[in-house]
């Protein structure tokens, strides 16, 4: 995934089997000759409603110093989008662990975006509820999110979600268009950084690849299994020895300032930067991002957090 081409990210992808559907990957491999052969990992998990292309602007950047993982998630990008089917985030996450296996991934860092901090929370809670287990694989070296509904309490979707999210949803499915993309993009994006025409052709095209539009209902359940292990993940966010840090934009109207501000209240010594910009830093202020990002990992390399 070496630059925004959506022809190459097609071409790279590579497909795995878990639980009989075809998930999307993406990896940057050391060569046998780079010096730096054991170069710690990075895994991506990305949001709602995109995929794994929304890293783009890291990867290049960071494939020279680190191992890069990401994947579509079931229901996204270019992974299988099976309907009927009761998509939850518990199956994301065995997903998560299921691809760290494949690719032989015993220890890593994560970065994770909006319904990814979603997954990734779990991830974090199962690793603290057997963080005395010497089996238990990966090892989490540190945890960033960006923007997202870390507290489901404060989470404020936009009108169309909850429209997608009720009765109405598979309605509402059939008539969405890159249009309505745009309009929705541009409300959740800063006043500086809007989306590109081009980004919204590509988030369009990954959305509407193997009818992704008719699942976006069922995928909305993560809304519900927010709330419902809530207690559970922020018990954990704040006993966990990971690090963490949350990238925040402040600017969305979904997860912004208020989000961050409940994160500073909520945590123990909580580590965060502040971006004016929106929902998508990694799309808006990429650089930004990887200098807050970077900055956060490099504190923690070869910690035995987890």
Known sequence: ????????????????RVDNHNI?????????LDEN??????????????????????WLKLADRYHLLAFDMLGFGLSDKPLPHQYSLQEQANIAFSVLAH????????????YGNSVAQEI????????????????????CFLNGGLFAESHRPLFMQKLLKSSLGPLICRFMSKDSLMKS??????????????????????????????????????????????????????QTRVPLHFIN???DPISG??????????????????????HYPQLEAPNLVLDAFTAFIEQHQYSKAC
Not at 103 to 114: K, N
């Open 1 to 16: 995934m070496p630059t925004s081409s959506i022809e190459e990210y097609r071409e790279q992808a590579q497909f795995i």
């Open 24 to 32: 999307a990957c993406w990896q940057s491999i050391p060569t046998a």
């Open 37 to 58: 052969q054991h170069k710690e990992t990075i895994v991506f998990i990305h949001g709602f409603p995109s995929a794994s292309w929304d890293w783009h602007h890291l």
């Open 103 to 114: 690719h032989q991934v015993s220890d890593c860092h994560i970065l994770a975006h909006d």
């Open 124 to 143: 974090l809670t199962r690793a603290f509820e057997r963080q005395e287990d010497p089996n238990f694989r990966p090892s989490i070296h540190s945890m």
């Open 185 to 238: 993009f541009l409300k959740i994006f800063g006043d500086k950084t809007p989306p590109s025409n081009y980004e919204i052709e590509v988030l369009w095209e990954l959305l509407e690849y193997k009818k992704g539009t008719q699942v976006l209902h069922d995928l909305l359940s993560y809304i519900d299994e927010r709330s419902q292990h809530r207690t559970r993940w922020v018990q954990a966010m704040q």
């Open 249 to 251: 934009g402040v600017q």
């Open 257 to 278: 300032l208020h989000m961050l501000e409940q994160y500073q209240e909520l945590m123990p010594n909580p580590q965060t930067t502040a971006l004016d910009v929106g």
